[in-house]
């Protein structure tokens, strides 16, 4: 009567070797990133289900700080992959050489704004995010503020000390406002709205989201910050209206690309794959309407309707190749 008891405990030692076994077959992939916290999880079980031999580990801090760290390490890599950072940040890699020459499976299917012009392809775009005002209606009742339509509604002294930004140094959506700016008002004339509204800022923190917050708890009355954050402030109740200038908003793209001589070339690829997918593009869509893929869309409650057509032109390669220049002008100012 024993004989059925041994056998159940053969078969369960047996699954316990294989799955043993199976964990120690995947691949370690140390993926560097500027995803929000929240989409880390979401993301990591849908690469690890789509690719079952990977094991992602994330690194993950906020646009400037990846970028910085990534092109610190250049002659020592420490990823494999880079996965949710701006595209002007992996064109900076791809002029340093430190992006593998790939293009996924799929990938013409996307939408051209959102892949790499120059080959061979480096970079390939997941999704768009924008800076936009977040505006208290509250407290700006209460200070006796109009509801700005213009960047340059920003500029009056009413405003002074309740505006917040990003830092353009560590928050894509700092920088990539920095360079809509300039990009559509001349350098000029940019650096000069952009003295006269320094005025008015109160804080520029390192995080494109936490002006949003400031807003949205009344702690300021407006603040520039990334366009998903502004919609998921609102519909969680806060007294927001997201404003989306009538000279139009800067943006960027989201973008992955393997890291050049990584160990882990083969699982990193079909992780590439399945990131330029209509499947991963649907995942985006839980957080950003506007998706590399052009039948992939999602619209969120409290979104702004405009979005797209107040959208700039945007040149990624001159946002890269500026950049240093561009951050070392805005500290000097």
Same mark, same amino acid.
């Given at each position: 009567?024993?004989?059925?008891?041994?056998?159940?405990?053969?078969?369960?030692?047996?699954?316990?070797?294989?799955?043993?076994?199976?964990?120690?077959?995947?691949?370690?992939?140390?993926?560097?990133?500027?995803?929000?916290?929240?989409?880390?999880?979401?993301?990591?079980?849908?690469?690890?289900?789509?690719?079952?031999?990977?094991?992602?580990?994330?690194?993950?801090?906020?646009?400037?700080?990846?970028?910085?760290?990534?092109?610190?390490?250049?002659?020592?890599?420490?990823?494999?992959?880079?996965?949710?950072?701006? @595209?002007?940040?992996?064109?900076?890699?791809?002029?340093?050489?430190?992006?593998?020459?790939?293009?996924?499976?799929?990938?013409?299917?996307?939408?051209?704004?959102?892949?790499?012009?120059?080959?061979?392809?480096?970079?390939?775009?997941?999704?768009?995010?924008?800076?936009?005002?977040?505006?208290?209606?509250?407290? @700006?009742?209460?200070?006796?503020?109009?509801?700005?339509?213009?960047?340059?509604?920003?500029?009056?002294?009413?405003?002074?000390?309740?505006?917040?930004?990003?830092?353009?140094?560590?928050?894509?959506?700092?920088?990539?406002?920095?360079?809509?700016?300039?990009?559509?008002?001349?350098?000029?004339?940019?650096?000069?709205?952009?003295?006269?509204?320094?005025?008015?800022?109160?804080?520029?923190?390192?995080?494109?989201?936490?002006?949003?917050?400031?807003?949205?708890?009344?702690?300021?009355?407006?603040?520039?910050?990334?366009?998903?954050?502004?919609?998921?402030?609102?519909?969680?109740?806060?007294?927001?209206?997201?404003?989306?200038?009538?000279?139009?908003?800067?943006?960027?793209?989201?973008?992955?690309?393997?890291?050049?001589?990584?160990?882990?070339?083969?699982?990193?690829?079909?992780?590439?794959?399945?990131?330029?997918?209509?499947?991963?593009?649907?995942?985006?869509?839980?957080?950003?309407?506007?998706?590399?893929?052009?039948?992939?869309?999602?619209?969120?409650?409290?979104?702004?309707?405009?979005?797209?057509?107040?959208?700039?032109?945007?040149?990624?390669?001159?946002?890269?190749?500026?950049?240093?220049?561009?951050?070392?002008?805005?500290?000097?100012?």
């Amino acid at each position: 009567m024993f004989k059925p008891l041994r056998a159940l405990a053969l078969a369960a030692m047996t699954l316990a070797i294989a799955a043993g076994s199976h964990a120690q077959s995947r691949t370690k992939l140390t993926i560097y990133s500027a995803l929000e916290n929240d989409q880390l999880a979401p993301f990591k079980a849908a690469i690890e289900r789509a690719v079952p031999e990977a094991e992602v580990e994330w690194v993950r801090d906020s646009t400037g700080v990846i970028t910085a760290r990534f092109l610190a390490e250049k002659d020592n890599p420490k990823a494999d992959m880079v996965l949710g950072l701006a @595209a002007s940040s992996m064109l900076l890699f791809e002029q340093a050489n430190l992006l593998e020459a790939y293009t996924p499976a799929g990938s013409e299917q996307l939408r051209p704004s959102f892949r790499d012009t120059q080959p061979p392809s480096t970079w390939t775009g997941m999704d768009a995010f924008l800076g936009v005002i977040c505006f208290n209606t509250v407290e @700006a009742k209460k200070a006796g503020i109009p509801q700005p339509s213009s960047w340059r509604d920003l500029l009056d002294p009413k405003y002074r000390g309740q505006l917040v930004m990003p830092h353009p140094a560590s928050s894509g959506t700092g920088y990539l406002t920095v360079a809509g700016w300039i990009q559509t008002m001349g350098a000029d004339a940019a650096w000069k709205f952009m003295d006269a509204l320094h005025q008015n800022i109160g804080v520029d923190p390192h995080s494109g989201s936490a002006p949003c917050v400031q807003a949205a708890t009344g702690e300021r009355i407006a603040g520039i910050s990334l366009d998903t954050r502004a919609a998921k402030e609102k519909t969680n109740g806060a007294p927001l209206e997201v404003v989306l200038p009538t000279e139009g908003v800067g943006w960027d793209v989201e973008a992955f690309g393997i890291v050049r001589g990584t160990k882990n070339m083969a699982v990193a690829r079909k992780v590439a794959d399945w990131a330029a997918s209509k499947a991963a593009n649907e995942l985006y869509a839980r957080w950003y309407p506007i998706t590399a893929h052009p039948e992939v869309k999602n619209v969120p409650a409290n979104y702004p309707a405009n979005a797209e057509a107040r959208m700039v032109r945007m040149d990624f390669t001159e946002m890269a190749r500026q950049r240093a220049a561009i951050l070392a002008e805005w500290s000097r100012r």
